[in-house]
């Protein structure tokens, strides 16, 4: 009857409210730990042009195994982004990428330019542009082997005046600035008057389907011509398929990101992948 219903309904939500709750807590001690522990890794995923389907670059994502079971990005990111702990883990992450940076160059090895993502609350934390730039400086990187990945919410709030800022400090040093899962938020081409950035990356579900969708390939087709204009390039993620990547190319986006090219990788095997494609170039330039 109603009356249980009602029951059964409050009961089952305060359970799944506090299972969220439990899990949240489960989350934070997960990454406290981590961070005190060394158990944050990078993978690398690679990027390339798309005209020339040349390596250009990595994008850098934070990786998290916990007793060896892998805890994705989306869900322990937003916890630390809560909690407090993003500026401690966004560091982390640019040190890991500078010496993976470090380690390839003086293997012989040109990893192209390290895209790093960077989260709201980092971006706005007070002497974040300095804090890049001394790591920077201890690490022997040039400012133009960096791009910054960062979604419209770091754009969004009160201190607007703060967040040009910091995009004219950073931008002045040399670093790039791309504006990742563009598309998603709201209000992304009042985003694209009012800063200044360098590229825009289209997210993934208006790649995934290219093949089907006329709407997504007018999408696509039209933020192109929108950057070009702009003088901003165009990064297509997810590219999983041959037909996705075709399309991508004929729309006029520049380079492409996604499984049909590489997953993302270890350092080890990010490694192996630039010595293989660079000892390859050289051979057929040889
Ligand atoms: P993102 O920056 O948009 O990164 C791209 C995501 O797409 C990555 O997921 C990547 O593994 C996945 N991906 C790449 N190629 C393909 C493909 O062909 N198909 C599909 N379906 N997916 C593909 P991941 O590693 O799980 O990261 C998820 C999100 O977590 C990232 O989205 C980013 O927003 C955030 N994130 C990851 N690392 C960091 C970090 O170091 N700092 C911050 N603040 N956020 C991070
Ligand atoms: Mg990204
Ligand atoms: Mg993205
Ligand atoms: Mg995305």
Known sequence: ???????????????????????????EAIVVDALANEGFTIALQPICSVTKQEHVGFEVLARLFHDGIFVPPDQFIPV??????????GRLVLEKSFAFFGEMKNH????????????????????????????LFRYCIAPTDLVLEITETALIGRSKELVEKTLCRLRAMGIS????????????????RD???D??????SFVQDLEASAGDRALIKGLVELAHCLD??????????LAQFEYVRDLGVDFAQGFFHARPLSPREAEEFLSQSQTSSMLQIG
């Open 1 to 27: 009857d109603a009356k249980r219903n009602g029951r059964g309904a409050w009961r089952f939500f305060d359970s799944s409210a506090q299972k969220r709750i439990d899990h949240r807590e489960r989350l």
């Open 80 to 89: 630390a982004e809560e909690q407090g702990h993003i500026p401690a883990i």
């Open 108 to 135: 012989g090895l040109h990893p192209g330019r390290l895209a790093v993502n960077v989260s709201p609350a980092q971006f706005r934390e007070p002497g974040f542009a300095e804090e890049v730039q001394d790591l």
């Open 177 to 192: 600035i791309s504006l990742d899962d563009f598309g998603t938020g709201f209000s992304s081409l009042s985003h694209l």
């Open 195 to 197: 800063f200044s950035v």
């Open 199 to 204: 590229e825009i990356k289209v997210d993934k």
């Open 232 to 241: 901003l390039s165009v990064v297509a993620e997810g590219v999983e398929t």
